[in-house]
Nanobody
Framework: VQLQASGGGLVQAGGSLKLSCAASGLTFSDYAFGWLRQAPGKEREFVAGITYRGAVTYYTDSVKGRFTISRDNAKNTVYLQMNSLKPEDTAVYYC??????????????????WGQGTQVTVSS
């Protein structure tokens, strides 16, 4: 199984980025997907999750209204559209796959699959 994350970069505060996570080696539609991030010196935190059919999405409070998670089951790809970026959004962003979003939110050590991470840096 491979989760290939891309789309990170350097952006000014208030700008936008769109992350992509291309999955292979698994039955994409059987899995929920999530984005998590880890800033320097901080624990990894859940950012957003989407259920296997895309019917339900979840967000941590700090990104609600700014970030949107989506998935394209035909392309085996999950996206994270990030708008109105803030310096505190600076982190390495990881995509993850698990049958349940709740696992990605509460039991990260039990998550089935992880991507390699992509760096997002927001300058003030």
């Amino acid at each position: 199984v491979q989760l290939q994350a891309s789309g990170g970069g350097l952006v000014q505060a208030g700008g936008s980025l769109k992350l992509s996570c291309a999955a292979s080696g698994l039955t994409f539609s059987d899995y929920a997907f999530g984005w998590l991030r880890q800033a320097p010196g901080k624990e990894r935190e859940f950012v957003a999750g989407i259920t296997y059919r895309g019917a339900v999405t979840y967000y941590t409070d700090s990104v609600k209204g700014r970030f949107t998670i989506s998935r394209d089951n035909a392309k085996n790809t999950v996206y994270l559209q990030m708008n109105s970026l803030k310096p505190e959004d600076t982190a390495v962003y990881y995509c993850a796959a698990d049958p349940l979003v709740v696992t990605m939110r509460n039991s990260q050590n039990a998550v089935d699959y992880w991507g390699q991470g992509t760096q997002v840096t927001v300058s003030s």
